[in-house]
């Protein structure tokens, strides 16, 4: 009896070393491991570009100065995401503007939201015309589902994504799942949050409140 008493009480132990642990290496991880950061680089240049072309190449576009990163408030925009966001990281993280060329009045918001938990968020591109619907959308960064899972970053469901939000002003997530056929409930809640939060700080950068 007193073995058993003793062995659960070096369990409980371990397990308690193990969680402190684990603790600190996270706190260490957030702390100094660098965090993703927006910027207007050939990537995002490229991904706009094909969403709302300029008429010109990426690399001219961004040489030129067909788009530019506006600069807001930091402390206004990370307000504005802790009232607007469904989970914690959900997030607005940068909002850009066509400036010259074929689209230029354009705005393109760069949104995170989370899909699957223990997933990094989703990074969505979302672009909006000046009467604030959208003109199309595309995937920055993801690492929701692997092919065959019916996911909503399968190539055919996000073909009938980019269809179904064209000139839309609001979304949700059961329109996404009945007009593109997929299942991955979490990754669809998160674009949808995404593309809503985009949505939403539209009006507050036009209006200057950001």
Request: glycine content about 8%; charged content about 20%.
């Amino acid at each position: 009896m007193k073995n058993s008493v003793k062995n659960t009480l070096r369990c409980v132990l371990v397990l308690s070393v193990i969680s402190v642990v684990c603790v600190a290496l996270l706190a260490v991880a957030n702390r100094f491991l660098p965090k993703y950061k927006p910027s207007l680089d050939l990537n995002t240049v490229t991904l706009i570009n094909g969403m709302i072309p300029s008429g010109a190449d990426a690399q001219t576009a961004l040489d030129e100065g067909y788009y530019e990163m506006l600069a807001l408030d930091e402390k206004k925009l990370a307000d504005f995401n802790k009232s607007n966001r469904a989970e914690a990281n959900n997030a607005v993280l940068a909002v850009y503007k066509a400036v010259k060329g074929d689209s230029a009045g354009t705005y393109i918001v760069e949104a995170q939201a989370q899909g699957y938990a223990g997933n990094d968020p989703i990074v969505m591109l979302t672009a909006i015309d000046e009467s604030g619907a959208i003109i199309s959308v595309v995937t920055k960064k993801q690492t929701e589902n692997s092919p065959g899972t019916n996911g909503i970053f399968e190539d055919k469901h996000f073909a009938l994504l980019v269809e179904y939000v064209k000139g839309k002003t609001d979304i949700d997530s059961a329109g996404i799942s009945a007009s593109t056929g997929a299942t991955s409930g979490y990754s669809i809640g998160g674009v949808a949050n995404a593309i809503s939060i985009s949505l939403k700080v539209i009006p507050e950068v036009k209006g200057g409140k950001l």
